[in-house]
């Protein structure tokens, strides 16, 4: 499980706020942690060369496991809500309400956009099909 916390802003469900904070468990097909270093090196005439790290990036790549229509309609609403650099809450290991400490400030840059896989199951008119869903979130 991977537990999100975010503020509900933009396709709202019928059952969620505007504005209210919601926080969530989802079930994680990939989770992937990437560091980027942002650094420069420069040399000196007598060959030796020097490294300044000006800051570590931290990245997770997150997909979901499959998900039915009433988690997809909930996963929709927080990638809507967290696309315009809002700030959000992820704790890529742990489950809602069980581990506060563990939550990491997180962003999603802008343009911020988010990957929906749709797998069409036949012969209900799309009630049972599944989603799954592929975003990166930086840490803060």
Known sequence: MTAIRYVA???IRSDHSAGTQYEVDVLTRDL????KPQAHASQAMDGTTEGVL???????????????GAWAQLLQE?????????????DPYGSAGDS????????????????ERRRV???????SDYFAFTFVAREL
Not at 84 to 89: I, K, L, V, Y
Request: net charge neutral; glycine share 10%.
């Open 121 to 127: 199951r036949k012969g209900d008119g799309g009630g």
């Open 78 to 90: 927080f990638l809507d809500s967290t696309v315009n650099s809002e700030t959000w809450e992820l």
């Open 9 to 11: 802003s933009r396709t």
């Open 100 to 115: 506060p400490g563990d939550m990491r400030a997180v962003v999603r840059e802008a343009p911020a956009g988010y990957r």
């Open 54 to 68: 000006e800051k570590m990036h931290v990245y997770w790549h997150v997909t979901t496991a499959p998900l039915t």
């Open 32 to 35: 992937d942690r990437q560091v």
